[in-house]
């Protein structure tokens, strides 16, 4: 008899809470906790201590923003050009909350547990949530998404932690390597979503931004993931209007 793999049986149903926690414990956690390991060694070098280090993991918890923080603070920068900074990097985020929170929220109307959600909201959760999410009812997918990311949470803190006391005897080189498993995890992940759009955005990006790169390094960042991204999401808008037999709404 064929093993029954509907929606109605996926044991993530039984324990959400569980299952998220079980989700981030492999490489989800692994990577975000070698990639904050790597950012407590450069915190560290940088002349920051753990408490400043393990604040800002948990308020920010985005390598890139990090990176901005550690690189204008060891040029001398003041606050406001360090919040100005963070601020502008983590524009970025806010399509993913956007997003996200409609996914895992019940009920109408704003809640203070809608800025809990959000603060947990970063490239890795968005994505397992955006993979996984869909088969869920929507009160499931909350406390899945709570798992998820706590965990993570809590992964990049104590990766944060250890990497701070642990810098006097880490290469500098392994600790820039510990930062590209997170992106190498999102990758990965993106790969297998089930969305042709996201396939073809995760496609058309490791096309164009390479050569993008070498021609801007700073406008081919942007210009690549915007533009890889549209297209993406036009050619899975098109591909859908040809299986309905009808132009895109």
């Known amino acids: 008899m064929p093993e029954d793999t509907s929606p ?76 100005a900074t963070l601020a502008i990097i983590n524009l970025r985020t806010l399509p993913m909350v956007v997003s996200t929170i409609p996914l895992i929220r019940t009920g109408h109307g704003f809640r203070w547990t809608h800025v809990v959600w959000a603060q947990l909201v970063s490239p890795t959760s968005w994505v397992q949530i955006n993979v996984v999410g869909p088969a869920m009812p929507v009160a499931k997918r909350t406390l899945y998404f709570a ?8 992964g990049g803190l104590a990766g944060a932690g ?17 930062l590209f498993l997170t ?38 960042m942007v210009i690549g993931g915007i533009g890889a991204g549209t297209a993406g999401f036009f050619l899975g808008r098109l591909k859908s209007a040809k299986h309905r037999g009808g132009p895109p709404s």
């Open 8 to 83: 109605a049986n996926d044991p993530r149903l039984a324990s959400p809470f569980r299952a998220g926690l079980r989700d981030c414990l492999g490489l989800p956690a692994i990577g975000l906790f070698a990639a904050c390991c790597g950012y407590g060694v450069l915190a560290r070098d940088t002349g920051l201590d753990l408490a400043v280090t393990l604040v800002l993991v948990g308020a920010v918890w985005a390598m890139p923003p990090l990176m901005a923080f550690v690189e204008v603070f060891a040029a001398g920068g003041g606050p406001w050009l360090i919040f």
């Open 147 to 154: 798992g998820f990311g706590l965990l993570l949470l809590i």
């Open 162 to 178: 250890i990497g701070h006391a642990a810098s006097g005897g880490l290469p500098p080189a392994l600790g820039f390597g510990l």
């Open 183 to 220: 992106p190498l995890f999102v990758l990965l992940t993106m790969a297998t979503a089930p969305k042709f759009s996201s396939q073809a955005s995760l496609i058309l990006g490791c096309l164009a931004l390479p050569a993008l790169m070498a021609w801007d390094p700073q406008a081919g």
